[in-house]
């Protein structure tokens, strides 16, 4: 129980420095949008739970949360993947081309007088 505290614990704080750093011009934003997110996450799994409980059953709820919970899994597998096959091809600009980094607007020729 205390492992599971402690890594789940580090998921908050991390996702809002990463939104923090990937929107640094609208952090107040990106957090809003973090905890929105979250919160109707939470809201729709619980909903679709009740539903699948109802149907079928405990077994078929755990059922459908294994597969959700493979399906994430193997999506973040997948996008670290790309990030360390970037970084394995000796990309010297890792941090413009990586996945995990939102692209940057580039500066108007009128921004610099």
Same mark, same amino acid.
């Given at each position: ?12 704080? +991390? /996702?809002? #420095? ?8 609208? &952090?107040?934003? @990106?957090? %809003? =949008?973090? *905890?929105? !997110?979250?919160?109707?996450?939470? +809201? /729709?799994? #619980? ?8 149907? &079928?059953?405990? @077994?078929? %709820? =755990?059922? *459908?949360? !294994?597969?959700?919970?493979?399906a994430g ?6 996008r670290a ?13 890792? !941090? ?18």
């Amino acid at each position: 129980m205390a492992v599971w505290g402690l890594g789940f614990g580090a998921v908050p704080v +991390a /996702a809002q #420095s990463w939104m923090a750093r990937a929107m640094p011009a609208n &952090v107040e934003g @990106g957090l %809003a =949008l973090f *905890v929105s !997110a979250l919160q109707g996450s939470l +809201a /729709a799994g #619980s909903a679709a739970g009740g539903v699948i409980y109802e149907a &079928v059953g405990p @077994g078929g %709820a =755990l059922a *459908v949360a !294994a597969a959700v919970a493979a399906a994430g899994s193997l999506a973040l597998l997948g996008r670290a993947g790309a990030a360390i096959s970037l970084q394995s091809a000796g990309s010297a600009d890792l !941090a413009n081309r990586s996945p995990w980094r939102a692209a940057r607007p580039k500066a108007a020729a009128s921004d610099h007088r």
